[in-house]
Nanobody, 121 residues
Framework: VQLQASGGGLVQAGGSLRLSCAAS????????MGWFRQAPGKEREFVAV????????VYADSVKGRFTISRDNAENTVYLQMNSLKPEDTAIYYC???????????????WGQGTLVTVSS
């Protein structure tokens, strides 16, 4: 599966953005879909994951209550709605696909190219 992330940009603290990740291929609904992020000088970290049906989600503690992951299998797209953004959310955001709900990046076999989110204070 090929993934294409979009929707990043510059936003003020407290603002919102919605990221999208479009997948190619007919097998999108087989995969759990995750979002990760990587800030300058830091390792890539888990943000959120959603199972194949959309019925189960897991979030990093740092984004819980502010971010929402969702998916539309008919459109082969996964979303990350980000509200109440903070400067520490600034990072390149990546979408990824795995065969099961996982939080470790090593378990994801497919990655998008990333989209930059910058939150100004």
């Amino acid at each position: 599966v090929q993934l294409q992330a979009s929707g990043g940009g510059l936003v003020q603290a407290g603002g919102s953005l919605r990221l999208s990740c479009a997948a190619s291929g007919r097998t999108f609904s087989r995969y759990a879909m995750g979002w990760f992020r990587q800030a300058p000088g830091k390792e890539r970290e888990f943000v959120a994951v959603i199972n194949w049906s959309g019925g189960s989600t897991v979030y990093a503690d740092s984004v819980k209550g502010r971010f929402t992951i969702s998916r539309d299998n008919a459109e082969n797209t996964v979303y990350l709605q980000m509200n109440s953004l903070k400067p520490e959310d600034t990072a390149i955001y990546y979408c990824a696909a795995a065969l099961a709900v996982r939080v470790m990046r090593e378990t994801y076999g497919y990655w998008g190219q990333g989209t930059l989110v910058t939150v100004s204070s």
